[in-house]
């Protein structure tokens, strides 16, 4: 197989995850990215999910995600602007901003959510898959994108819509596995040594095609126009959190990247 990213030929396996082992995800020796092998998988099956209940946008806990990435806009973005939520869910994220004068939009593939979004904060949110979504007013000045990209098999063409979506100097907030983080490595060091294996499901299949670190992002997002300005790691409990953002090894990654080229 060749690397999804950079086309590279050279990579190794990485690690497996299943029943039997059965699923294997391969590193690239050119831009380090984690490959899961795709062949034989069908993704739509496997990933694709529908939102059947609206989780309460004004819980601090349920939203402690979607808080605290707003306070990492909020201090490296202190200037509102327009602001695109992609994957907006129950849109506290949205909300957060809006309180705070920018100007909101979302976008979700869940009408279900969409319409509770609307109705609760009045807010404008498409249902689209944002891979394919061309709106007639683009050159957002931030665009968000939690949890999704690592899900996606072609993340070259993912940042090229994210790059079609923002204005030039404009940025993107972006959430994904840091596959290099600190427990990652525990565990696969301690499974290779046989001390670490992990039980699933007959059932169970994987959601994330590739898996980033550090290094495999900043490869992708210069070849999609970008600047990495930001890269910091996190977790939900206070102290690991304060350890992560100082120390990036943390297995959450948040980064905020700034668009300098127009992609053809």
């Keep these: 197989m060749k690397c999804r990213l950079c086309g590279g030929n050279d ?4 690690y497996t995850q299943g029943s039997e082992d059965q699923f294997r995800f391969y590193k690239c020796s050119r831009c380090e990215l984690v490959n899961l092998d795709l062949t034989g998988l069908n993704l739509i099956e496997h990933q694709e999910k529908y939102a059947t209940e609206y989780l309460d946008p004004d819980d601090p806990f349920i939203n402690r995600g979607s808080l605290a990435s707003y306070q990492f806009i ?47 904060f ?42 079609q979506l923002l204005r030039m100097g404009g940025h993107a907030l972006l959430e994904f596995p840091n596959i290099e983080g600190i427990s990652f490595n525990v565990k696969r060091s ?26 495999s992002f900043r490869y992708l997002a210069e070849e999609t126009g970008f600047s ?18 100082h120390i990036p090894i943390g297995t959450k990654a948040r980064v905020l990247i700034e668009k300098i080229e127009t992609l053809p």
């Excluded at 990579?11 to 990485?14: E, G, N, R, T």
């Design 74 to 120: 909020r201090r490296h973005l202190p200037k509102p602007g327009r602001f695109l939520d992609v994957g907006c869910g129950n849109g506290a994220l949205l909300a957060a901003a809006q309180r705070e004068g920018w100007n909101v939009r979302g976008l979700e593939l869940s009408e279900f959510l969409a319409q509770n979004v609307r109705e609760r």
């Design 190 to 215: 301690l499974a290779k040594v046989g001390l670490h294996k992990k039980r699933y499901a007959d059932s169970w299949r994987p959601g994330h095609c590739n898996e980033f670190s550090r290094n």
């Design 11 to 14: 990579l190794s396996l990485y």
């Design 228 to 245: 990495v300005k930001v890269w910091e790691t996190y977790a939900y409990s206070p102290i690991k959190n304060f350890l992560y953002n």
């Design 122 to 163: 009045g807010v404008e949110v498409d249902v689209s898959d944002f891979l394919t979504w061309r709106p007639t007013d683009s050159g957002f000045d931030l665009v968000s994108l939690r949890h999704v990209l690592e899900h996606l098999p072609n993340s070259l063409g993912a940042m090229g819509s994210i790059n």
